[in-house]
């Protein structure tokens, strides 16, 4: 894993680049607390926070687990984990003294009453506030359980502080199991105290679409079905499904990414500007979005939806096994690696503009990017009968060397008129200082109360109803493709863009060099 490394710059220089506010002190409960999420991300994100004076001063951190725990071991479990995730957390003997005693412990099963009313007891009181966040890192099976269980024990109720609860996806498994969570975890906690985390929505590149979409006036007469051909939304992943095979199984690619991720950015880049920044203004937005997908009938599936699986191979320098040959797969597993979707959007602004989302696993790089092509000009006047020029492209890179790029066409230097393509680059970074991670930026938002980067339950559901059609057809089919692993060579991939102009971007290129 790598290693992450704290820039050398004050933390008052920190706050006023990112323009960031400490909240409220508060009991931050983690369930699942020794599991893989927190780990990896939540306790890094949590001692990142702390160092940037994010959190507020007399905040706790509360660790809810099985094991039979005390809470020294806890703190050798959390300085172990942020040694190996975030060092600089931990090599600092004062730094690791003040997280240290922020950190609690509740031990015991999470269908047991008792566990749910020791929590209550553990919960700390700032000026008469015990503000408290809850944050389900445990299987999807368990949320309804334990937002019943703090419902129980009164910790749903606001009356001594806000109350929060946070879950991650899968958000249900299908449209039906959705609507039923949706209905199970509102009956114990009102929907504005529900954030569904999505941590796309929390990297850097998809918010800053947001404001360079609404903060400048240069691209709103062109973004359109008049000037834009067609829109690429891809997520490329080097690995294999590795250690996640058991959820995997169950999930596949349409479901892991396209049904959350990838259809949230989607409706990011389409939606009309809100009437505010408020949450539900925004998430209006999306909606209509989400809303006006075209429904995709089931006689034509095949026609806008490819999914594959990968074999044997070699990416990124690494021998992959086949995915039948992971542990915890099935020998005649049908399970997509990889799935591509085309949608349209039926309104006035995008009617006939193909969006092509695409996602796998074991593919040559790791690129995620959304790519606006541009329609070619109707007349060039600089090439010869025959030829082309390359459309111009405006990319947002969201990792790596996350950032914007614009594709234009220029004179290439000398007598003759030869044309060449030129890269305006823009990236994200900050005065020496690196980008805020996904789950600090979402942890600081749900803790302040902001909910514009979390799913609503509408928006969950109509995600559901946009990818079932594709879901019932493959569920029908007991064969699949299959592609080797580094590579892309998946098969229908090129039919399905076939007519939008310029085909798929080369994600194995660094991206200047596209």
């Known amino acids: 894993m790598t290693q992450q490394k704290c820039p050398e710059v ?31 991300k939540l306790l890094p994100a949590l001692a990142h926070m702390h160092r940037w004076n994010l959190l507020g001063p007399h905040s706790r951190i509360i660790g809810a687990v099985r094991e039979k725990w005390s809470l020294s071991q806890w703190k050798t479990y959390v300085h172990d984990q942020l040694l190996h ?7 600092n003997p004062r730094s690791w003294m003040r997280i240290s005693d922020k950190l609690e412990l509740v031990v015991g099963d999470l269908s047991d009453p ?3 009313e020791q929590l209550a007891k553990t919960l700390h009181s700032e000026d008469g506030r015990k503000n408290a966040l809850f944050y389900l890192a445990i299987p999807p099976s368990w949320y309804e359980r334990v ?54 929505l929390g990297k850097e590149s998809v918010q800053n679409l947001m404001v360079f979409r609404f903060a400048n006036s240069v691209l709103e007469p062109l973004w359109n079905r008049n ?40 409706a990011l880049v389409a939606m009309e500007a809100p009437v505010s920044l408020d949450a539900d203004d925004v998430r209006d937005e999306k909606l209509k979005v989400l809303r006006a997908i075209r429904r995709i009938r089931a006689d034509e599936v095949d026609q ?23 542990k915890n797969v099935a020998d005649d597993s049908i399970t997509e690696t990889f799935a591509a979707v085309k949608f349209h959007v039926d309104n006035w602004r995008w009617q006939d503009v193909p969006f092509l989302l695409r996602t796998g ?61 030129i890269q305006l680059d823009a990236r994200y970074g900050m005065d020496g200082v690196g980008l805020p991670d996904a789950y600090e930026t979402l942890f600081h938002d749900v803790l302040l109360g902001e909910a514009g980067l979390f799913s609503r339950a509408d928006e969950v559901v109509e995600s559901w ?50």
């Open 10 to 40: 004050s933390a008052d220089k920190f706050a006023s680049i990112i323009g960031s506010e400490q909240a409220e002190p508060a009991n931050i409960v983690i369930f699942g607390a020794s599991g893989d999420l927190s780990k990896r």
């Open 85 to 91: 995730y975030f060092p600089d957390a931990v090599l």
């Open 114 to 116: 008792a566990m749910y």
């Open 147 to 200: 937002a019943a269980n703090l419902n129980k024990a009164g910790l749903a109720d606001e009356s001594e502080g806000f109350r929060r609860i946070v879950v991650e996806k899968p958000f249900g498994m299908d449209l039906d199991s959705a609507q039923s969570l949706n209905g199970s975890m509102q009956q114990y906690f009102s929907e504005s105290q529900i954030y569904r985390i999505d941590h796309y």
């Open 227 to 266: 000037y834009i051909d067609h829109v690429q939304i891809s997520v490329s992943e080097s690995l294999g499904i590795g250690y996640r095979a058991g959820y995997y199984e169950t999930s596949g690619a349409l479901r892991d990414m396209i049904q959350s991720h990838l259809l949230q950015v989607l």
């Open 304 to 326: 806008v939806a490819v999914r594959a699986q990968y074999t044997a191979g070699r990416a990124d320098g690494v021998d992959i096994p086949a995915y039948r040959n992971e």
């Open 361 to 421: 696993k074991a593919l040559p790089e790791r690129v995620s990017e959304i790519c606006i092509r541009f329609k070619a000009p109707p007349h060039t006047l600089f090439c010869q009968q025959g030829e082309r020029i390359s459309n111009n492209e405006l990319i947002f890179r969201l990792q790596p060397d996350e950032g914007m790029l614009l594709s234009m066409t220029a004179k290439q230097p000398g007598l003759a008129t030869e044309l060449r393509d």
């Open 465 to 514: 109803r946009v990818v079932e059609p594709i879901m019932q057809a493959w569920s029908e089919k007991k064969t699949i493709d299959t592609y080797p692993a580094g590579t892309c060579d998946v098969p229908g991939l090129d039919d399905l863009i076939s007519g939008c102009e310029g085909g798929w971007r080369d994600l194995c290129s660094p991206p200047h060099e596209h």
